[in-house]
């Protein structure tokens, strides 16, 4: 199970458009569909000031963000409570990096059969950096980017 981030949601928007990859695109929607790949509903509101055809495609596929519930929330404070500086950035508007990582730690709980992978273009940093994948590390997650997450669903083109 993947929870993706805004910032993979770009790169394969722009450097994967469906006109040429219309197969890795149909394999994202069937995992949608079938809820293995979700996104908190932070990251819908994050593109909505960009792109218009990656806005157009996430209304296309609502399925796709999961509602803010009680256990992410819960999960949300520990994060705060851990990286009180990831909200401490220069970004203006939505932000969802710790929503993500709380949606993560959610899935992973509630199916322990299936690993929850949160796939994002940040990369790991030093010690107590609030990087997604540092703060994934940290809540017992793994984190990979776009081409990680192609190799982990043998996706050929």
């Given at each position: 199970?993947?929870?993706?981030?805004?910032?993979?949601?770009?790169?394969?928007?722009?450097?994967?458009?469906?006109?040429?990859?219309?197969s890795l695109w149909d394999l994202i929607e069937q995992l949608i569909v079938n809820g293995l790949l979700v996104a908190p509903r932070e990251v819908f509101r994050e593109p909505a000031k960009g792109d218009d055809e990656l806005l157009k495609w996430a209304k296309a596929n609502g399925k796709l963000f999961v509602e803010i519930d009680e256990k992410q929330t819960n999960i949300l404070k520990q994060i705060l409570d851990r990286f009180p500086s990831i909200n401490d950035t220069i970004k203006l508007g939505p932000h969802a990096d710790p929503w993500l990582v709380a949606l993560g730690v959610?899935?992973?709980?509630?199916?322990?059969?299936?690993?929850?992978?949160?796939?994002?273009?940040?990369?790991?940093?030093?010690?107590?950096?609030?990087?997604?994948p540092n703060v994934c590390k940290e809540f017992g997650l793994r984190a990979v980017n776009l081409l990680e997450f192609f190799r982990l669903e043998k996706v050929k083109f």
């Open positions: 199970m993947y929870v993706v981030d805004t910032s993979s949601l770009i790169r394969l928007g722009r450097d994967y458009p469906p006109d040429v990859f219309s959610v899935c992973q709980a509630n199916d322990a059969k299936l690993e929850c992978c949160v796939v994002t273009e940040e990369r790991e940093k030093g010690p107590g950096s609030t990087s997604v």
